[in-house]
């Protein structure tokens, strides 16, 4: 049974799983419906690329010049290197469809381009360097064929540095438009750059088609104007038009006949642009309409017949084109209506991921805060009875285990000796000795070695204390790690739903305000309704004009009218650099403000004051009233009560809950120092929406409400901060209207008279009878009498915040507009 009183170590030994599982045969391969998948998009490119070059192979301007073939396959070599050798035949067969020669002369670019790429590979950046080999590839080969066939001239090199210089362009817009016909982005929004470069790329390859007649109708104009019309519907106006000018000038310059087609494709793009509203109807009609009037005042190069039928054929196409694909090339198009709600999707997908992780965090958070909850739960429930079993088994070790009847003692007095070793330990706990006669004369009797026990029992206290005392802090310690965890918890719970709050739709809200605007006379630019909610009104407007500060006395006002609440200017800035254009942000004010006054002096007159006190507006409509009185007076003091309202205040405004941040502070405090130092807290919290205020008092005084005559003390019973480990801290709510005051004092002020029996009788009577309601003059008068009733002396440090809570005015009265009479 001495067993009890010793202490046995067990080992274990750790177990091991055997993972018996074969491995992976590393040579196995299978066919994926990802491979196949692979192998048919592999097999769509090679038909592109064929596709591709065919049609630039054909691509003839200027008569002879050939400025898309070298450009092409240098970026193919780049893009997709693999597809070079098809991307090379599929340009020869192409300009083998318009003669031998200009077959001969792409075979001998594309080896001179090999040649001088080829050179080129060793050196960095290659990209940097693809323009120029173009230009070399492009304007030897040019010029090679003019030396066997004319001869040399100015005239021939003035030729191959155009048609080289028109590739080398060429080639760095196929850099911007053929990456985007291969690579697939997820996010993929097309500049303005871009777009034309891709228009380009399609105008060079219907260029390929320039020649081909279908019933004597012109191939590349149906395409041209199907390809005007489907830019026109997407991206209005001006991608319309833009569209059609460069399509135009690139046909015109493989066949001047063209050059009339630019105004018609141009003027039929802005035209179908600006009727995109109705729907492809209108764009088709805009297409017919143009080219009607290009057909009635134009020069007449082209039949009026004909051009009407490729017009047609073009529509015909242009109605049949699935709406699925429009809306798909539409998400790639700044400014289009499905581009918005595509980037919206995206937005609202980012932020529901952001909020979902911040979510994620506080339930860790949270959880962190269980646990160390339970742990400090599991060492609170620990057994007094072992650490009795610990305690006396040290002395044991350093009595008895020497003693020859140790034996006779533990084994067969095992209850008796267990219990008077047990009596001594709370006896040396409580008074530092045994002082009880009779325990010392049972002691005496039953062991041989009684004082040297004892004396071993009082020296193992000291110890056991120690280890006591830092078991505390470690609790002590967890507690506010948990209270932390807690706090931040919440706080990002809060910050989760707000991310979640999107933009609503307010149009018909937004039209009205315009319009009551424009009613009083002001130019408004823009109204932006981001949220309606009571207490809560966030409207932004542009106004062309805030000269005469037209947004505080007619618009706030006009605002305050239409939606039932009282709106001020939140902020103002210049909307655009030059110009005198306002954006001008509105806001609901508070229901209440506050007005304070303030009276405090340090014991004797000093400089230095223990108490410390603080006002301030929270950004969540709140706002904080607080008095902290450190024990004591002078510097010391004044420390104290300034950490414990430096801390409150830094707490408060992360958003914390104030119960969490008074147990926060009290754990802080009590942890950083081991003396007894400790500080008051006095905390109102006045809801300015509402009215509510809540106090939360933790050794402090009474606070005080006075209404007209009647006056109502505040309290509650909280020992000091830093006293105990575990406080819980009680709130005490009431509610305030306009016009009532809220006076908070030290015990400078509330104890100051020691001939008072019943200070908070003493106190009711004296601001009862206080006939001014300015809190600065009831702060000062409270301060003076206090001190005219000790006889002219400071025996404590006082202070005395008082606050008058009112309805907020506004500087402008609301403005009703009568209203429209229907006609």
Not at 60 to 66: E, G, N, P, R, Y
Not at 101 to 108: C, D, E, K, N, R
Not at 626 to 633: E, F, L, T, V
Not at 635 to 644: F, L
């Amino acid at each position: 049974m001495f067993q009890k009183l010793t202490l046995k170590a067990i080992d274990g030994q750790a177990g091991t799983i055997v993972n018996e599982s074969p491995p992976l045969n590393k040579t196995e391969k299978h066919d994926t419906p990802h491979s196949m998948s692979m192998t048919g998009e592999s097999f769509k490119k090679t038909l592109v690329i064929l596709g591709l070059g065919f049609l630039l192979g054909r691509a003839v301007i200027l008569l002879h010049l050939l400025p898309f073939v070298i450009p092409f396959l240098a970026v193919i070599f780049h893009v997709k290197r693999s597809h070079t050798l098809i991307a090379a035949l599929a340009l020869i067969a192409g300009s083998a469809t318009v003669s031998i020669g200009f077959a001969g002369h792409t075979t001998v670019a594309i080896l001179l381009y090999f040649l001088f790429q080829g050179l080129a590979d060793h050196l960095k950046q290659e990209q940097k360097f693809i323009p120029i080999i173009v230009f070399l590839a492009t304007g030897t080969a040019r010029y090679v064929g003019f030396l066997i066939t004319d001869g040399h001239s100015w005239y021939n090199v003035l030729t191959t540095l155009v048609e080289a210089s028109l590739a080398m362009v060429v080639t760095l817009i196929f850099l911007q438009s053929l990456p985007l016909v291969f690579e697939r982005r997820k996010k993929m929004t097309l500049k303005h750059e871009e777009i034309v470069c891709l228009v380009i790329l399609l105008a060079s390859l219907m260029t390929g088609t320039v020649g081909w007649l279908v019933f004597q109708l012109s191939v590349e104009q149906i395409v041209a104007r199907y390809i005007v019309l489907i830019f026109a519907f997407i991206g209005g106006a001006a991608i319309g038009s833009t569209v059609g000018v460069v399509t135009g000038l690139i046909l015109s310059l493989a066949n001047v006949a063209n050059l009339f087609y630019m105004s018609l494709l141009a003027f039929s793009g802005l035209l179908g642009g600006l009727l995109k509203e109705g729907k492809k109807i209108s764009v088709g009609i805009g297409l017919i309409i143009g080219t009607l009037l290009m057909g009635m005042y134009g020069d007449n190069q082209v039949s009026m017949q004909y051009s009407m039928y490729e017009t047609l054929i073009a529509v015909s196409l242009f109605m049949l084109t699935p709406k699925k694909w429009t809306e798909y090339m539409s998400k790639y198009i700044p400014g289009t209506v499905e581009h918005s709600q595509e980037q919206q999707q995206y937005i609202r997908k980012v932020r529901d991921v952001t909020a979902g992780k911040v979510e994620q965090f506080s339930n860790l958070f949270l959880s962190l805060s269980k646990s160390f909850t339970l742990l400090e739960a599991t060492g609170e429930r620990s057994n007094r009875e072992r650490e009795v079993d610990l305690f006396l088994s040290k002395v044991t070790e350093k009595t008895c285990q020497t003693c020859m009847k140790k034996h006779q003692c533990w084994t067969k007095k095992f209850q008796e000796t267990y219990g008077l070793m047990e009596q001594l330990m709370r006896e040396c706990e409580q008074d530092g000795g045994v002082s009880n006669r009779q325990l010392q004369v049972e002691w005496r009797q039953h062991c041989i070695i009684d004082e040297r026990v004892i004396d071993a029992m009082k020296s193992e206290l000291n110890q056991h204390h120690a280890s006591q005392q830092l078991k505390q802090q470690l609790i002590e310690s967890r507690r506010l790690v948990a209270d932390q965890l807690k706090g931040v918890s919440k706080v990002m719970e809060d910050f989760a739903k707000d991310i979640q709050r999107e933009k609503q739709e307010h149009e018909k809200q937004e039209s009205e305000i315009t319009e009551a605007i424009q009613r009083a006379g002001l130019d408004v630019e823009m109204v932006d309704v981001y949220n309606l909610e009571a207490g809560n009104i966030d409207i932004e407007i542009t106004l062309s004009s805030n000269t005469y500060n037209e947004g505080e006395k007619i618009v706030a006002p006009l605002l305050s009218d239409i939606l039932q609440e009282t709106v001020i200017v939140k902020h103002t800035e210049p909307a655009t650099l030059t110009g005198n254009e306002q954006r001008v942000t509105f806001g609901s004010t508070k229901k209440f403000e506050v007005n304070e006054g303030v009276a405090h002096a340090a014991k004797g007159g000093k400089l230095v004051s223990g108490d410390s006190y603080s006002t301030m507006e929270l950004g969540a409509g709140k706002y904080a009233i607080a008095i902290s009185d450190g024990m004591g007076n002078g510097t010391r003091a004044h420390i104290e009560s300034q950490e414990t309202i430096g801390l409150l205040k830094n707490i408060l405004r992360s958003g914390i809950e104030e119960t969490v941040a008074i147990k926060s502070i009290n754990s802080i405090l009590s942890l950083r120092s081991q003396e007894e130092v400790f500080s008051t807290l006095d905390l109102a919290m006045i809801d300015l929406q509402e009215g509510f205020v809540k106090f939360l008092k933790v050794g402090s005084i009474p606070s005080y409400i006075k209404r007209g005559t009647n006056v109502k003390s505040v309290e509650a019973g909280n020992l000091p901060i830093g006293i105990i480990h575990d406080m819980d801290v009680d709130v005490v709510t009431e509610q305030l209207k306009s016009g009532d005051l809220l006076i908070m004092m030290s015990d400078g002020i509330y104890e100051a008279p020691k001939t008072v029996e019943n200070h908070d009788v003493w106190m009711k009577r004296i601001i009862k009878e206080l006939e001014t309601d300015d809190p600065q003059e009831v702060a000062d008068l409270l301060m003076e009498r206090v001190i005219r009733e000790t006889g002219n002396e400071i025996n404590d440090d006082m202070t005395v915040v008082v606050a008058r809570l009112d309805h907020h005015l506004p500087k402008w009265a609301s403005i009703s507009l009568p209203k429209q009479k229907d006609a």
